[in-house]
């Protein structure tokens, strides 16, 4: 007979409240073991023996055979049975502590029982202060017996799969399943007992809640079920919260709001962790998706797009006995090029479209003398010894090439792909990372922004060997300012 606040042994106590801590008893608020508690008579010590089903006195009130004292049960002093140490005084046992008279397969089953449908009981006979390496044993011990079978069956799958590989990796799955039962639960009870000490302490400190957590593991059955293992762990845990917030509320002495708060919220903070963990991994795999289809595309709209430019190139060349396009938008007006194969990052408001005072839209709707009118206007505007122009995101580079002449390297690139540095990020981001080039042998290559750089210095040194003028890094050259052989712009993508 202890006190439920602090844990004192109130045996052999006139008084009835508690020396330590001063919480009223009453002895008829304990249940014992029949005839193995003394109720003496505070006067004379005259013994008496509790016989009634709840280890009571009966009758409960009565006058003294040898001092005549008129006595009630709630009155007297309470001593175990000569023989008996107080454990035996009570009236439940957890049935795992008590394996060697009962036999171990038979204390455990019967843990279990009351761990699924009694915690109540189980938690009134859990020992104080002693025990808990005991329910440990017990935790160990129901942790591997449900995984053993639950996971039988995949671990003998994978056991079948190869003779050592598969026998390995069996297991490994055997005995890390259990090992992170054990630590999931004994970090549960830890961050159980935490809230409990934060909303006003426990009588029975961090063992008690500790020994709670491993009996209330017994409720963790459904693991067992075959196959179905892993699976079950979200109601598996539900099962256990309401064992061990029940054990909690009675041996611990809390309220049942705080015993339901401490046993829940930490499963429920791992639930709510762990969803929000996998939602940011597929929140991140969506958007690294996202981007790679992104980048995908415009590399393939990016590479469209520099075919097409070269071959209209090539085209005008051959329809005009050999002669270069006096300015990109010829290409154009000519329909050897769409407009979109100038815009492969998109089509531009009308503001960007305009070459020369004409919008790229309009030339295709004009009449063949204003389409000359403005291809002459434009090509005047290019500066003389121009090296490279832009319309759109096409860097056109076909300035002094004879593009006729079979001593011509086919290597020389005649167009360059790649927006004006002031482009968009999303624009700079998909086609900066491929640089595309048209050749003069109708090819196109495409170039990773790492090696770019050196790229166009094998461009320029090519181009030195035909004379022309180096090629200024592209990305410098705008719609509005295009590069002459006078022109010194600052290089490297």
Known sequence: MRCKMCNYSLWNLPSRTCPECGTPFRPSDFDFVPNSVRFCCPGCRQDYYGTGSRGHLVPGEFACVRCGRHLHMDDMVLLPTEGLVEEQTQVDVVPWLDRKRRGRLVGWITTVGLALGMPRRLAGAIPVGRGTGAALGFLVVTSFVYLAIG?????LAMAALTVAAGQFGALVLLLIGPLLLIVAMVLWALCTHLILAL???????????????????GANVLLAIPCLSFYMIPLAWIWSAIALSIMLIVAQRVSALRG??????????????????????????????????????????????????????????????????????????????????LYSSGMPAAPDRMV????????????QSDKTAAVERAAGMLPDGVIAHRVGDVVF???????????????????????????????????????????????????SSDSWPEQLNLQNALRAKHGLAPLPDPLGVSQDAPVAATTGLPSGL
């Not at 996202?290 to 393939?300: D, I, K, L, R, Y």
């Not at 020369?356 to 009449?367: E, F, N, P, Q």
């Not at 079979?406 to 790649?418: F, S």
Request: charged share 15%; hydrophobic share 50%; net charge negative.
């Open 199 to 217: 909303t006003g302490g426990t009588p029975r400190g961090v063992s008690g809640t500790l020994a709670c957590a491993c009996y209330a593991s």
């Open 356 to 367: 020369a005072g004409v919008d790229l839209i309009d030339l295709v709707t004009m009449s």
């Open 397 to 447: 580079a076909y300035h002094g090439i004879d593009m006729v002449d079979e001593a011509t390297d086919p290597r020389l690139w005649i167009c360059v792909l790649v927006p004006e540095s002031g482009a968009g990020p999303a624009t700079l981001r998909i086609i900066r990372r491929m640089v595309m080039v048209g050749r003069v042998d109708g090819q196109t290559e495409g170039f």
């Open 151 to 155: 996971l039988a069956v995949p671990a």
């Open 260 to 341: 339901i708060l401490a046993a829940v919220i930490p499963p429920l903070l791992l639930v709510l962790t762990g969803v929000g963990l996998v939602g940011f991994a597929i929140w991140t795999t969506t958007q690294q998706v996202a981007a790679m289809a992104a980048t995908q595309s415009g590399s393939v709209a990016a590479t469209m797009a520099i075919e097409a430019v070269t071959d209209g190139i090539m085209e005008f060349v051959e329809d005009n006995e050999g002669s270069l396009p006096p300015h990109g938008v010829a290409l154009v007006a000519d329909r050897h090029l769409s407009i979109s194969d």
